[in-house]
């Protein structure tokens, strides 16, 4: 099955050209995301994973789809991350511990901390604990989640390069 491509068409001036810059990243770092999994056959399979689950949603945006799309997304990052220089963990949360790119221990943290969530909400990565959920997920989770943890892939792998992803 074909990938789905992207595209920003629309011109940014005034008060909104802070807001497109930083979509333009989203955008090439999504490009550079999927170059680097399809140089790989296993990371190219879990990213096949986690698009097929993305476009699940769009026939049952129920909170166990959404639930999904956000276990494959973390697993990608585990597989990112595995591939590091150093890095003997299988688990987000050790990877974080043995990827020596944080800039400050709060970002390190910050990573730490969406792992957390997602091996603590019930019914994402494990069964979770059920008094820690303050509400269901839903798709501003989704979008939100997704969002940051595709933010943390230059930490994750050394094969992408952030300066290429600004400039190009």
């Keep these: 099955m074909a990938r789905e491509v992207f595209y920003v068409t629309e011109s940014v001036s005034g008060s909104d050209w ?6 333009s990243h989203v955008v090439r770092l999504r490009s550079s995301y999927i170059r680097l999994t399809r140089s790989d056959a296993h990371l190219d399979s879990l990213m096949k994973d986690f698009e097929s689950a993305i476009r699940d949603l769009r026939t049952d945006l129920s909170e166990g789809r ?60 494990h069964g979770g604990s059920p008094a820690g ?22 930490y994750l792998s050394h094969q992408l390069d952030a300066e290429t992803i600004f400039h190009r």
Excluded at 110 to 122: E, H, I, K, Q, V
Excluded at 134 to 153: C, P, Y
């Design 66 to 125: 959404i639930k999904t799309c956000m276990q494959k997304q973390v697993n990608l990052l585990e597989a990112l991350g595995r591939a590091c220089p150093g890095v003997t963990d299988k688990e987000l949360g050790g990877i974080c511990n043995q990827v020596g790119a944080w800039p400050h221990s709060a970002v390190k943290a910050s990573l730490g901390s969406l792992y957390g969530f997602t091996s603590d909400y019930p019914g994402i990565r």
């Design 133 to 154: 959920a303050i509400r269901g997920i839903d798709m501003r989770d989704l979008i939100a989640i997704s969002i940051l943890l595709a933010g943390f892939t230059p």
């Design 18 to 23: 802070g807001l497109g810059i930083v979509v």
